[in-house]
């Protein structure tokens, strides 16, 4: 299947399984000559669950020794999805302090989650703190905010697959998605579930 071409009822393909294979052994490349010659191990965070996917592949593409965390969060209802105020579920385990910390984000949209993940571990007293996303939706940002490495910009359209859901669908899709008609996915979560699994979940 070639990139753009329609899938199913409702979707398109952004991203091929191989691209993202290929953009992220050469992220993989570029951190692992940053952080070669760093004495303690680097700390790679990434917020769960979307981003773990990629982490999962990133890491294993790595030539240098990581640990790996994770941290939960959910917005807070009542200051508004665009507040980025956000609850902290599940905190790392690791001490950050004086350590090397990669984020690992699969989408940085608004930028909101980014920028208030990053407060949050810059306040540890870390060595550094650096992001690296799988997809920048830079066209939707509302507070700039600093990635030091970025697979793929993307443009405002909605993705779905390859770790990103619409309400816990389709995470396990193993392509990204461009999903042109939201209104009709709201409408009908499991629009697209037929067409990208095939009739099992009918
Ligand atoms: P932010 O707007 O940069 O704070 O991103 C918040 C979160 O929105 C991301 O971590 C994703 O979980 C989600 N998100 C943004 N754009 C998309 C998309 O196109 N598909 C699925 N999730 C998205």
């Known amino acids: 299947m070639r990139t753009g071409e329609p899938y199913g009822s409702g979707g398109s393909l952004l991203i091929s399984r191989r691209e ?12 692992s000559s940053r952080y070669a010659s760093q004495e303690r191990p680097l700390v790679c965070i990434s917020v769960l669950k979307g981003a773990t996917f990629f ?19 959910s917005s807070y209802a009542a200051s508004g ?4 105020v956000v609850r902290i579920i599940k905190d790392v385990d690791e001490d ?18 980014l920028t208030y ?19 920048d939706k830079s066209a939707r940002r509302i507070v700039p905010v600093p990635i030091e490495y ?28 461009e999903v ?5 996915l709201r409408k009908d979560p499991a629009l697209l579930v037929t067409s990208l699994f095939g009739s099992q979940r009918d």
């Open 20 to 31: 993202l294979a290929t953009r992220i052994d050469e992220l993989a490349a570029d951190i």
């Open 55 to 73: 982490l999962a592949d990133l890491i294993r593409a790595l030539s240098i020794d990581v640990a790996v965390d994770f941290m939960s969060i």
């Open 81 to 84: 999805p665009d507040s980025g």
């Open 96 to 113: 950050i302090a004086g350590r090397d910390v990669l984020l690992v984000e699969n989408i940085v949209d608004t930028g909101l989650t």
């Open 117 to 135: 993940l990053r407060r949050t571990l810059l306040a540890r007293q870390p060595r550094s703190v650096a992001t690296v996303t799988l997809l």
């Open 150 to 177: 970025a697979g793929f910009e993307i443009p405002d359209v909605f993705v779905i697959g390859y770790g990103l859901d619409h309400q816990a669908l389709y995470r396990n899709v193993p392509d990204i998605f």
């Open 180 to 184: 042109p008609d939201i209104a009709a």
